[in-house]
């Protein structure tokens, strides 16, 4: 069960004072207001700011060399993956132009191996969708393929796990209606008055035999939705 917040509750508190009859009443209620209001603006800055230094930070590590983060085997061109995949990788969703010589990518997500040190799970990395592209099904079909992927390997994998925070309710419903299901909350401090909820959510797999084994896209994006 969620509560509201202190600062909803002042003002909640402000607005009630603003709507008495007595003079001091109302001048509680617009202080409280006021601060109330100071406070959210506040916060919300400080969640942006943590958010692009977040963004920052992964285009500087991980996404700044896929390949070499994700484990993912190149072709001797470097331009696609190779036939030997690992159990790491990379998946990325594109559209293309109708005469298929331009292409757009609109969405990515990674598998990461190395994360943890439990060799039977692994760890989903950077699941976006571009803001352009959004509502398509298109973090589903990403989600969907590296899972197909997954119950593939040999050794199967056993446990996925990702983080994600509290202000991606839509991400957070994809993840669950595949499977996940939290298992632990932890706060993030990001000034001294404002912290926030980072979510750890976990998937068991289950067994799944299949000859074949398709590898994670990389390089040259494949499409995997019609252009808009």
């Known amino acids: 069960m969620s509560y509201p917040s202190p600062r909803c509750c002042a003002f909640t508190l402000g607005l009630g004072g603003l709507c008495s009859g007595s003079l001091a009443l ?11 209001t100071a406070l959210l603006i506040c916060a919300r800055r400080s969640i942006t700011g943590f958010f692009v230094n977040f963004c920052a930070i992964a285009r500087e590590t991980d996404i700044a060399d896929i390949a070499r983060t994700y484990g993912v085997p190149l072709s001797a061109a470097g331009t696609h ?21 331009t292409s757009e990518v609109v969405g990515f997500l990674g598998l990461d191996h190395h994360a943890n040190v439990d060799l039977n799970s692994s760890v989903l990395r950077r699941l976006v969708v571009s803001p352009h592209h959004r509502r398509r099904k298109i973090g589903t079909l990403l989600l969907a393929a590296v899972l197909d992927y997954v119950h593939r390997l040999a050794p199967p994998l056993e446990i996925l796990e990702l983080e994600m925070s509290e202000f991606q309710p839509g991400a957070r419903r994809l993840y669950e209606k595949h499977g996940f299901s939290l298992v632990e909350t932890r706060v993030i401090r990001t000034k001294p008055l404002f912290s926030l909820n980072v979510l750890r959510l976990r998937k068991r797999l289950a067994a799944q035999l299949s000859p074949t084994l398709t590898p994670p896209l990389f390089g040259l994006p494949r499409a995997l939705i019609p252009a808009a």
């Open 26 to 36: 109302r001048i509680a209620g617009t202080a409280f207001s006021t601060a109330a």
């Open 81 to 101: 993956s190779a036939p030997e995949p690992g159990p790491s990788g990379f998946w990325v969703a594109a559209t293309e132009s109708q005469d298929r010589l």
